[in-house]
């Protein structure tokens, strides 16, 4: 098992300490207090889907702050400036990582002060890029397709069923010979296609396939276990029952 599968298994899995769980109220008999939601900046890549995630993220919890990719908070001096938020999510959206505004000065802001991050579909295409991947054109265009995955629970997918089903909108992918010795692939389809992402010492993720689809299996799941790296603690059990909001793209 690698250090990134063994570190965010423990932190995600519903018995790792903080992960999961309610504050108890000061007051002896009284009810327990909810935890403090996770303030999430989610960069919007000019999507359809990235308020179907954002809805899923707020339903379990999490309080989102949305910015264009060219609208990113920065300091006075023009600076990606994340201060203020648990975690930064990277929404889908056309094109490539280069085109994608600022995304991927956000990933290395993230990656500086260890700030959790996701990309989703093009953000994890950017992740995958910035650490020095190449991203191309797949071998054939994923629009509203689904593929069967398999994964060993690292990242995202601790606790997700191996296979699972996803739903793809993509016709770019990291190519999986040159992903650098900083990431690990943590889920693959039966033909090799990259499916996820993860740094093997920050918290740094990334999903080609798209969480909030309704096709796709535990897109919840995999969300909460990204808002628990955020201190999301309550965020799985939130999760659970929860069905895919009925959006179209």
């Given at each position: 098992?690698?250090r990134?599968t063994?570190?965010?298994?423990?932190?995600a899995?519903?018995?790792?300490?903080?992960?999961?769980?309610?504050?108890?109220?000061?007051?002896p008999?009284?009810?327990?207090a909810?935890?403090?939601?996770?303030?999430?900046l989610?960069?919007?890549?000019?999507?359809?889907?990235v308020f179907?995630?954002?809805?899923?993220?707020q339903?379990?919890?999490a309080?989102?702050?949305v910015?264009?990719?060219?609208?990113?908070?920065?300091?006075?001096?023009?600076?990606?400036?994340?201060?203020?938020?648990?975690?930064?999510?990277?929404?889908?959206?056309?094109?490539?990582p280069?085109t994608?505004?600022?995304?991927?000065?956000?990933?290395?802001?993230?990656?500086?002060?260890?700030?959790p991050m996701?990309?989703?579909?093009?953000?994890?295409?950017?992740?995958?890029?910035?650490f020095?991947?190449?991203?191309?054109?797949?071998?054939?265009?994923?629009?509203?397709?689904?593929?069967?995955?398999?994964?060993?629970?690292a990242s995202v997918?601790?606790?997700a069923?191996?296979?699972?089903i996803?739903?793809?909108y993509?016709s770019?992918?990291?190519?999986?010979?040159?992903i650098?010795?900083?990431?690990?692939?943590?889920?693959?389809?039966?033909?090799?296609?990259?499916?996820?992402?993860?740094?093997?010492?920050?918290?740094?993720?990334?999903?080609?396939f798209?969480p909030?689809s309704?096709l796709?299996e535990?897109?919840?799941?995999?969300?909460?276990?990204?808002l628990?790296?955020?201190?999301g603690?309550?965020a799985?059990?939130?999760?659970a029952?929860?069905?895919?909001l009925?959006?179209?793209?």
């Amino acid at each position: 098992m690698s250090r990134a599968t063994a570190r965010a298994t423990r932190r995600a899995t519903a018995d790792g300490g903080r992960a999961v769980g309610t504050t108890e109220s000061a007051l002896p008999g009284g009810p327990s207090a909810a935890p403090p939601a996770p303030r999430i900046l989610v960069i919007d890549n000019y999507d359809s889907f990235v308020f179907t995630i954002v809805g899923y993220l707020q339903q379990m919890g999490a309080e989102t702050v949305v910015a264009r990719n060219d609208e990113v908070p920065a300091t006075a001096a023009g600076e990606v400036d994340l201060s203020g938020f648990a975690g930064v999510l990277i929404s889908p959206g056309p094109g490539n990582p280069t085109t994608a505004g600022r995304s991927l000065e956000v990933i290395g802001a993230c990656a500086a002060g260890a700030l959790p991050m996701l990309g989703v579909c093009l953000g994890h295409q950017a992740l995958g890029q910035y650490f020095g991947a190449t991203v191309d054109h797949a071998p054939q265009l994923m629009h509203g397709r689904t593929s069967e995955l398999t994964h060993e629970g690292a990242s995202v997918f601790a606790g997700a069923p191996s296979p699972m089903i996803a739903t793809r909108y993509h016709s770019l992918t990291v190519v999986p010979e040159t992903i650098p010795a900083e990431l690990e692939i943590t889920a693959r389809t039966a033909d090799g296609m990259v499916m996820g992402l993860a740094h093997h010492e920050l918290p740094l993720h990334g999903v080609q396939f798209h969480p909030e689809s309704v096709l796709t299996e535990n897109g919840h799941l995999m969300l909460a276990r990204f808002l628990q790296l955020c201190d999301g603690r309550d965020a799985a059990e939130r999760a659970a029952g929860l069905k895919p909001l009925m959006t179209t793209g």
